[in-house]
């Protein structure tokens, strides 16, 4: 660590020399072999990227939202699918610490700070996205704790988590309010991998699924009880929220550099493609929109950090604005760069899957307008 930076804080300096080194000249070789080697994770867990958002006490950063802001626009910009890797772990360092009266909260703790297990979060399910509330993997009780039963979809570091937070309906039919959060080991007899998806891009994200065949936990692995479970999970959500407009920033700024030191190399018609004003303006209009995205995350960053009302509101707008600007000033970027801006050796075209991924991560740019249009209207 640097002495000179603050308790808790990342090393800037040795974030860019990992993701020189250990992140950028891998990731295309990532994106053919559907999945980030395990030692990658260790390496970032030994700068402090496993251990972003648990309190200094329990040996993590602490960071607030604002910082994390930066941190995450940092890694995506080497690579947005392994940036989005690290939030749902972070996410559920978070929750661990949260949970005073977890019984294995110290010692899960250690081993997620530390790297040595990876977590993931598991809502979503084949049938159940958008309408989270209306999961049917169930937890029944049992003598000795409960038994799960059923199937996650597009689950993130589905490859590597050894520590799941799996969310299951204890009362179907109840919706949301018999929904529980259960810690679950991924080693669990019973919990099956699936995957990893064939998708667009981005592929190290580790997106899967798993399914549970009637796996048996312990009473002591309720996380969340049912009436509570549910609204941390929407906590859990929101936060996340505000990091996926991280990302987009990440790769917009990326494209954006990437497509302005190449219209300022390349020659055409006897001039820099960067004196054609109609490039020129391309590129400005994408400026503005990083410049907007930029400014409105930061917004809900400080929203959610202070707990200020209308934060959900807030925060939808980020989300809603950052995706729509990071897919299109890809797009544009790409334009820019001519027919070079589709090879898998530029980021770009990796990016631009990345920032598809931005409308769906932590609830759909449609779920966004629904909650604009809640406060708009009802
Ligand atoms: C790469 C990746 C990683 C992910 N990681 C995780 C993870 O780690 N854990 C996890 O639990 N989930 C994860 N997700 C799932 C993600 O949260 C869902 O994709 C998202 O909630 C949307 O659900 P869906 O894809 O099932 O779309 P659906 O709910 O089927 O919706 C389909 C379309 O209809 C729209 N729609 C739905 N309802 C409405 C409505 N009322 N009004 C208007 N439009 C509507 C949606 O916006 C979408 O465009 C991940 C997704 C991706 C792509």
């Known amino acids: 660590m640097n002495q000179a930076l603050p308790e808790g804080a990342i090393d800037d300096l040795a974030l860019r020399r990992f993701l020189r080194t250990e992140v950028e000249p891998h990731a295309e070789h ?22 972003l958002m648990a309190p200094y006490e329990d040996g993590g950063r602490g960071l607030r939202l604002p910082e994390l802001v930066d941190v995450f626009k940092t890694i995506a910009y080497g690579d ?18 949260a949970s005073d009266d977890y019984a294995h909260r110290d010692a899960l703790l250690a081993r997620l700070v530390t790297g040595e297990a990876l977590g993931a979060f598991l809502l979503t399910e084949p049938q159940a996205g958008t309408h989270a509330s209306s999961i049917s993997t169930t937890a029944v009780e049992t003598a000795t704790g409960w038994r799960l039963t059923g199937e996650k979809a597009w689950i993130t570091n589905a490859p590597h988590s050894d520590i799941l937070r799996v969310y299951a309906q204890t009362e179907p039919g109840s919706g949301s309010r018999g929904i529980a ?3 679950v080991e991924a080693s669990t007899p019973g919990v ?28 002591d692995q309720m996380l969340s ?37 190449r219209v300022k190399s390349r020659h055409a018609f006897g001039a ?34 202070e707990d200020l009302p209308g934060s959900m509101v807030t925060t939808a707008h980020a989300k809603k604005f950052a995706a729509r600007a990071a ?13 070079d801006g589709l090879r898998q050796s530029h980021p770009l075209a990796r990016h631009l899957a ?25």
């Open 30 to 51: 990532w994106e053919h072999d559907r999945r980030v080697p395990r030692a990658v994770f260790d390496r970032a867990a030994e700068i402090g990227l496993c251990a």
């Open 80 to 97: 947005m699918g392994f940036a989005f890797a690290l939030i749902p772990h972070n996410n559920l360092c978070a929750a661990i610490a």
């Open 181 to 183: 959060a259960f810690i």
């Open 192 to 219: 099956i991998r699936l995957g990893p998806y064939d998708m667009l891009g981005s592929h190290s994200i580790g997106a899967g699924g798993f399914r549970f065949e009637d796996a048996e936990i312990g009473t």
């Open 225 to 261: 009880p049912p009436g509570v479970a549910y609204r941390a999970a929407m906590d859990s959500i929101g936060l996340a929220r505000v990091l996926v407009c991280a990302l987009a920033l990440g790769v917009l700024e990326r494209a954006l550099d990437v497509a302005t030191e």
């Open 272 to 305: 820099r493609l960067a004196d054609q004003q109609g490039l020129r303006w391309l590129l400005a209009d994408v400026s503005t929109d990083l410049e907007a995205a930029r400014a409105l995350t930061m917004n809900a960053a400080r929203a959610i950090d």
């Open 327 to 339: 897919t299109r000033g890809l797009e544009q970027c790409m334009q820019a760069l001519g027919a």
């Open 354 to 378: 990345g920032a598809k991924m931005t409308h769906y991560l932590d609830g759909s740019t449609e779920a966004q307008n629904l909650v604009i249009a809640k406060a708009l209207f009802d």
